[in-house]
């Protein structure tokens, strides 16, 4: 892995308590599935963590914070600002660096560096939603153009339902 335990976390939790107080907001985790915290995490400053639950907590959030992930392709969905971030550790590593630099792209962003001053950084701008650039990432990756802006489960529901009720009459 790119990161390391001992440099991550203190840099994430710094991070994540300048956010909390500049927005008067409590972050909470939504757990990779191959991570194992608790559900109180030490390693995230005594954050919450929930696990299978990215959808709802993004849908629920004021803005995702992510390094790349599902949770872009939910933020764009639930219309909500992401922030990336990177760390110096991060950076060394050019696969890492290059997946960062490309999900920011589609953004117009620059990762902010949470290993350095990120306190000098233009949160309005980072907050702030270009819908264009939001429509163009959803054709591109979530869905194709001109289909229908429900979720598959929901669609093949209706499509069985409709199809139970032809059949019964």
């Excluded at 892995?1 to 991070?15: K, V």
């Excluded at 919450?48 to 995702?64: A, N, P, Q, T």
């Excluded at 902010?112 to 907050?127: R, S, V």
């Amino acid at each position: 892995s790119a990161l390391t335990a001992e440099n991550y976390f203190p840099s994430i939790t710094r991070f994540f308590t300048y956010i909390e107080a500049k927005y008067n907001l409590t972050i909470i985790i939504a757990g990779h599935p191959d991570s194992k915290h608790e559900t109180i995490s030490e390693h995230y400053g005594n954050r919450r963590v929930i696990y299978g639950k990215i959808g709802e907590l993004i849908k629920d959030s004021e803005f995702v914070i992510t390094k790349g992930s599902t949770a872009i392709c939910f933020a764009v969905l639930f219309s909500k600002p992401i922030i990336f971030y990177t760390t110096e550790e991060y950076e060394k590593f050019t696969e890492a660096k290059e997946l960062i630099l490309s999900n920011c792209s589609y953004f117009n962003k620059t990762p902010i560096n949470i290993d350095n001053n990120y306190n000098n950084i233009n949160y309005e701008m980072e907050l702030s939603i270009d819908q264009k650039m939001y429509d163009n990432y959803k054709n591109l990756f979530i869905k194709s153009p001109g289909t229908i802006d429900e979720i598959s489960w929901i669609v093949l529901k209706e499509k069985l339902l409709k199809l139970n009720t032809d059949y019964a009459t």
